[in-house]
């Protein structure tokens, strides 16, 4: 079965600083893999997701930006932070297949003060 | 168009009846399609996905599938107050490869 390590939990940064993410995955291959960020009473919304290494595909224009330097590794960055970055931030992986079907880490909840 | 739509709540029902929750996708090329759960300040947990038109049944749950009609359902039975949570409804685009996108969620209480 698939597990997905999301580090940490929770995260107070100031204004402008940067920000990094990790997400690693066991147990499967080549997975497919997600950045999503949850406002307070919203739903997810999609930031990145990869298909393979070095292959991001950007959903949302703004401030952060995602890498893939290993196969099971996904990360999520930003150079300055802004106020509106805050949210719960949930990392995403599964199988590359047709029918895959996505866990999620434990997610970081991100105060940007 | 929104992608991935949901009734949008919130859901209310009490404990040992039917809950309904629905969701229509715009993407009619789309060929997986996901039931997950979120309890307040956790991650999503998956429930349910299905692939197939029809029905398909876990335990108390069922997916409802109709690409005719670009609809999923999930119907829980014997509604119980550890089921109230936020359930979200998810679509892999048929049109894009691996691109997971949700629905905004329905809010379910189920009172005792």
């Known amino acids: 079965s698939q597990t997905i390590h999301q580090w940490p939990a929770t995260l107070v940064q100031p204004v402008g600083s940067p920000l990094s993410l990790e997400c690693t995955v066991e147990?499967?291959?080549?997975?497919?893999l997600y950045w999503y960020r949850q406002a307070a009473g919203r739903g997810l919304q999609l930031l990145f997701y990869?298909?393979?290494?070095?292959?991001i595909s950007s959903e949302v224009p703004q401030n952060l930006s995602a890498s893939r330097p290993q196969d099971r590794q996904f990360i999520l960055s930003s150079k300055k932070l802004l106020l509106s970055d805050s949210g719960f931030y949930l990392c995403a992986g599964g199988r590359a297949l047709l029918r895959t079907e996505a866990f999620f880490g434990q997610g970081t909840r991100l105060t940007v003060v | 168009q929104k992608e991935v739509e949901q009734n949008s709540g919130p859901l209310s029902v009490p404990e040992g009846a039917i809950a309904s929750l629905n969701c229509t996708y715009s993407d009619r090329g789309s060929q997986s399609f996901f039931w997950y759960r979120q309890y307040s300040g956790k991650s999503p947990e998956l429930i349910m996905s299905?692939?197939?038109?029809g029905d398909k049944e876990d335990g108390r749950f069922t997916a409802q599938l109709n690409k005719a009609s670009q609809y999923v359902s999930l119907l829980i039975r014997d509604s119980q107050p550890s089921d109230s949570a936020t359930y979200l409804c998810a679509v892999i685009q048929g049109s894009t490869l691996g691109r997971l996108y949700f629905g905004r969620g329905t809010q379910l209480t189920v009172w005792p």
């Open positions: 990869s298909v393979g290494i070095g292959q």
């Open positions: 147990g499967t291959s080549n997975p497919n």
């Open positions: 299905i692939y197939s038109n």
